[in-house]
């Protein structure tokens, strides 16, 4: 069974820093590209990075200074590094995996259905001014 799990997720101050794990099984992490969202409370999901199998990642434009993203392939895992959070980083954060299935899949609507195919069941974050 194919399966996206993250962890890592809890509370932190302003200004302090937090590492999510997004750990995969039933296929190998460098087979798919990954992305990282997040959807904070009533807003719309944000896309944070996209990471392609071959490990090239792309931070958006928002984050990147604060964000970091690496992954090790031996773990199967990749890692969202997050620093100087801010209150506004406050959401829950999922990890989605893209195998090029033809499958949609059933996520919480961060993107289209057949754009990945697996996804976590995220983990919250949540940052106190």
């Known amino acids: 069974e194919r399966q996206v799990v993250e962890s890592g997720g809890g509370s932190v101050q302003a200004g302090g820093s937090l590492t999510l794990s997004c750990t995969v099984s039933?296929?190998?992490?460098?087979?798919?590209?990954m992305g990282w969202y997040r959807q904070a409370p009533g807003a719309e999901c944000e896309q944070v990075s996209f990471?392609?199998?071959?490990?090239?990642?792309r931070i958006t434009d928002s984050f990147q200074g604060r964000f970091t993203v690496t992954r090790d392939t031996a773990k199967n895992t990749i890692y969202l590094q997050m620093n100087s959070l801010r209150s506004e980083d406050t959401a829950v954060y999922y990890c989605?995996?893209?195998?090029?299935?033809?499958?949609?899949?059933?996520?919480?609507?961060?993107?289209?259905?057949?754009?990945?195919?697996?996804w976590g069941q995220g983990t919250q974050v949540t940052v106190s001014s």
């Open positions: 989605a995996a893209d195998l090029g299935e033809s499958t949609p899949s059933d996520g919480p609507g961060c993107a289209g259905p057949y754009e990945y195919n697996y």
């Open positions: 039933g296929f190998r992490l460098d087979d798919a590209d």
């Open positions: 990471t392609s199998d071959d490990g090239t990642t």
